[in-house]
């Protein structure tokens, strides 16, 4: 390890779907953080830590932000709001293709409001043409003074090196919050239900919206060493219910087999992994069920 050693933490906020969790994933190099073509995939803060020899970075990835529909989007809002003070570093980051829209301007007047240095991540440059690429960045120039404008392919990994190199110039002198071989804060099981709910969005894409939970309601190690892993797939209706179950049960079945894959990748053990769907009426509106979920918060 070097003499010095730097760290710190560093939000990345913005709207949905700008790729957030995809940079977080590119970052860490191993699948942390859920990936969905569907906005408003990440419903917690998720640290990511990124270590090598004279560094280490605590990355949160925030919930994008959006203006809320029921409780658990007041409560996501709050959750990436929030950040915004307990860290060293904001990456802000954008969509090249997409371009400019109402819910960035909604973010700036909230990072104009904090002491931190705010960098501006223009994520999906592989996607544009690079005269587009500088019309964007003449355009968020006259919006907010950054501390810098990184243009960036978190699919591709292009400028991702980059990226870190200059974080690491802006961190202080600090301890190693983690061990080595710490990529997350979370716990093994958030980390399987972010597994089997990304898995649920893939598979029923507009069929079913973001009104399913998962919740883990069983692990134990077998004699063999193998892993039973007992899920419960909450939704709010009947027909949900049926979308998710599919015909003679092949919906859940691929849901399991795809999940089942990413949760041996994680926990380096044969897993058997049984799923079933619960109907719980209205439950992103009830701060019960958000609470037993797991989204807790005493503002949302």
Do not use: C
């Amino acid at each position: 390890m070097s003499e010095i050693f730097k760290s710190g933490f560093a939000a990345i906020v913005g709207r949905p779907n700008v790729g957030k969790s995809t940079f977080m994933n590119r970052v860490i190099g191993e699948k942390i953080a859920i990936m969905s073509d569907k906005a408003q995939t990440t419903r917690n803060k998720i640290q990511g830590v990124y270590t090598d020899e004279e560094s280490q970075i605590v990355f949160i990835d925030t919930p994008g932000i959006h203006k809320p529909k029921h409780k658990l989007g007041n409560y996501m809002v709050h959750a990436a709001e929030q950040s915004f003070n307990e860290v060293d570093i904001v990456l802000f980051m954008i969509d090249a293709e997409q371009g400019y829209g109402r819910g960035d301007q909604f973010i700036i007047d909230r990072l104009k409001q904090t002491d931190q240095p705010v960098y501006l991540i223009i994520n999906k440059i592989d996607r544009v043409h690079p005269d587009d690429l500088m019309t964007l960045i003449e355009q968020y120039k006259e919006l907010m003074e950054f501390a810098e404008i990184i243009p960036i392919s978190a699919l591709e990994g292009n400028n991702v090196t980059h990226l870190l190199d200059v974080i690491k110039g802006q961190l202080e002198e600090g301890p190693q919050y983690y061990p080595d071989d710490h990529i997350t804060d979370h716990p093994e099981r958030f980390v399987i239900s972010e597994f089997i709910r990304e898995k649920v969005l893939h598979l029923t894409r507009e069929e079913i919206p973001h009104s399913i939970a998962v919740v883990i309601e069983g692990m134990e190690e077998q004699e063999d060493g193998s892993i039973h892993v007992q899920a419960a797939i909450i939704v709010e209706r009947k027909s949900q219910k049926g979308i998710i179950i599919g015909k003679q049960g092949s919906m859940l079945k691929e849901v399991g087999t795809r999940a089942r894959k990413d949760i041996e990748s994680l926990l380096g053990s044969k897993v058997y992994l049984e799923l079933w769907v619960k109907v719980q009426k209205d439950w992103r509106n009830r701060a019960i069920d958000l609470n037993d979920f797991g989204y807790r918060d005493d503002e949302y």
